[in-house]
């Protein structure tokens, strides 16, 4: 299926959830990201139980320090 993660196109397979999406892109073990599932925030402890379909877009977003 065709996703989209931060505006560009991304082939995944069925039945993945949203933790396999970062896992895939080695973003789930990384502190300070928001992640939203069509303009929705899904707060971290949903990421599993979100599951995927054709032409979801997804927005990750990490924390940086500075000023």
């Not at 402890?45 to 599951?51: A, N, R, S, T, Y």
């Amino acid at each position: 299926m065709k996703i989209s993660v931060n505006d560009k196109p991304i082939e995944l397979q069925n039945g993945k959830s949203l933790r396999d999406l970062l896992q895939q892109l080695s973003l789930d073990s990384k502190r300070g990201i928001a992640v939203a599932l069509n303009s929705e925030v899904i707060p971290g402890e949903d990421w599993g139980k979100k599951q995927l379909t054709e032409s979801d877009r997804v927005i990750v977003i990490r924390a940086a320090q500075g000023g």
